[in-house]
């Protein structure tokens, strides 16, 4: 999915709006939170604003990041 971050409210934690994600059956929306491990959101160092491209899994009630990279 693409989106934008909004915040980094926690290590393991960034808030983003994207856009419609198709295989998850999601709309657009302004604010979604995705979980990480932290070395990885800390590796990318997403800023608010960094507009992304993630790959994300469902868990339970919950995504989950897998991937992240910062777009132009």
Same mark, same amino acid.
């Given at each position: 999915?693409? !989106?934008? /971050? /909004?915040?980094?409210p926690?290590?393991n934690?960034? $808030? +983003?709006?994207h856009?419609? +994600?198709? @295989? &998850? @059956?999601? !709309?657009?929306?302004?604010?979604?939170?995705?979980?990480?491990e932290?070395a990885? $959101?800390?590796?990318a #160092?997403?800023?608010?604003?960094?507009?992304?491209? &993630?790959? +994300?899994?469902? #868990? !339970? #009630?919950? $995504?989950?990041l897998?991937? &992240?990279?910062?777009? #132009?």
């Amino acid at each position: 999915m693409r !989106g934008t /971050v /909004v915040a980094r409210p926690a290590s393991n934690l960034i $808030l +983003v709006n994207h856009e419609p +994600v198709a @295989g &998850l @059956g999601m !709309g657009a929306m302004e604010l979604m939170a995705v979980f990480a491990e932290p070395a990885l $959101l800390d590796a990318a #160092d997403p800023k608010p604003g960094d507009r992304l491209r &993630l790959a +994300v899994r469902s #868990d !339970g #009630d919950r $995504l989950v990041l897998l991937r &992240l990279e910062k777009r #132009d």
